[in-house]
């Protein structure tokens, strides 16, 4: 992973870029980061999570190896030289696991971990702050980061065992709540300077006494939480002024900045600020997926004004599958009287877990294909797409159901190349 390496020496030699991580496994999503990188040309950096992907499926059905696989393939359809794709694994450890004893969960994460690395993943979020089943509620940072070490270990043989470029890491243990917050949000605390140099001290230790002071070259960021976060409503914005001691702490790390969770739905601005301030890596997840199902919405409500179709509507056909399956939304969504509203406008976007039911995705594909058979009327892009039709009627894409998700979702990923100082196009 020499790129991610050559882009963190950049930025800590004084010139702000830096990189966004998409975390989906949707093929539109992932097609529409591939396109953005190439039109860029950039590095596009696709990572999974260990609840979506792992070696016993996750909820995509994918291990490690069918999940690179499944990007190359849609790779090809972008004309992306496949040097420029990069795979990465975050939140690898006990997370799926945390019911089981710690003893169970860390020999399932050590399966992860191995999975992963042989499968050609190179960036690996090392994450063992979770508690396990019979671990007191809160670890101490020494529990840890021997975890994590003992992760990294086996992150090393398999590497070693099967070739090419050597692994990087990030550690880290102050992150948002993943895919966004289950209650209402109050104020956040920014991670303290004092908070970093003991995770990074903990961690120095555990590496040195695995004899693992080659990868601690390699660990390139540490997640912190810089005052970002998201609910099913509201967005915690990017204060600057509250993290100006935070990203002086990291100016003293060789090789090493900041990486972001939860910028979801932050401003552009908020986005270039988080650069500044040595949040070289960005994630995001929610908010591409929750551009892509206001595209598709928009489109359910043009097939609608052309006639509608039959089976139900796309609407009708998610909500079921919702409805019928409720564990990806049940404790975020606890207030029948706004049930419904939730389950398709949230922020939080637990309508993401529910694109690869079957019915689902046939649903989608029947949209999609339905209206680009019929055509779609201009009047009625402009009514429910205009930032597709403008760009129709500009010439920058195709009037086509497809290229008006592609663009939906690369809207939001503009933002996030723009603040990374790579956008190239208008």
């Known amino acids: 992973m020499k790129a991610l390496q050559e882009l963190v ?6 010139t702000p870029v830096g990189i966004y991580s998409v975390c989906s496994a949707h093929p539109l999503v992932i097609e529409a980061a591939l396109r953005q990188a190439h039109a860029d040309g950039q590095y596009a950096l696709i990572e999974a999570t260990s609840n979506q992907v792992n070696q016993f499926g996750g909820y995509s059905g994918m291990k490690p190896d069918a999940f690179r696989d499944y990007v190359h393939e849609i790779r090809t359809r972008t004309e992306l030289p496949a040097d420029r794709l990069l795979l990465g694994g975050d939140h690898l450890g006990p997370n799926c696991w945390r019911a089981e004893a710690a003893a169970t969960a860390l020999a399932r994460s050590e399966r992860l971990i191995a999975d992963y690395v042989a499968a050609g993943f190179r960036k690996i979020h090392l994450d063992c702050s979770m508690a396990c089943a019979d671990d007191p509620p809160s670890l101490a940072d020494e529990v840890i980061a021997a975890r994590a070490a003992r992760l990294c270990q086996v992150a090393e043989a398999s590497w070693l065992g099967q070739g090419g470029e050597a692994p990087v890491y990030v550690i880290g243990t102050e992150v948002p709540t993943a895919g966004g917050a289950r209650e209402a949000l109050g104020a956040l605390a920014v991670t303290s300077p004092q908070a970093v140099t003991a995770t990074l001290a903990a961690h120095r230790a555990a590496w040195a006494k695995h004899s693992l002071s080659g990868a601690w070259g390699r660990v390139v960021a540490l997640v912190v939480q810089p005052g970002v976060e998201f ?40 986005l270039a600020a988080l650069v500044q301030q040595h949040f070289a890596i960005l994630k995001v997840g929610p908010a591409v997926t929750f551009a892509l199902r206001e595209g598709l919405w928009a489109l359910a409500d043009i097939q609608a004004e052309l006639g509608g179709c039959a089976g139900g509507s796309l609407q009708e056909v998610v909500l079921a599958a919702m409805r019928k399956d409720p564990k990806y939304w049940r404790a975020y969504y606890t207030d029948s009287a706004t049930q419904t509203l939730e389950l398709q406008y949230s922020l939080s976007d637990r309508i993401r877990y529910y694109w690869n039911v079957p019915e689902v995705r046939a649903a989608c594909a029947a949209l999609i294909s339905d209206l680009g058979a019929r055509g779609m009327p201009l009047a009625l892009l402009s009514q429910y797409l205009p930032g597709q039709y403008a760009a129709i009627r500009s010439g920058q894409i195709a009037n086509e159901p497809h290229e008006v998700l592609l663009a939906a979702v690369r809207a939001v990923l503009d933002g996030y190349a723009r603040a990374c100082g790579s956008a190239t196009h208008g």
Request: proline content about 4%; cysteine-free; charged content about 25%.
């Open 231 to 270: 609910d099913n409503h509201k967005v915690v914005d990017f204060a600057p002024a509250r993290s100006v001691q935070l990203a002086q702490r990291i100016q003293d790390e060789r090789g090493m900045v900041y990486e972001a969770h939860s910028t979801d739905y932050q401003t552009p601005a908020a």
């Open 9 to 14: 020496a950049r930025h800590k030699a004084g």
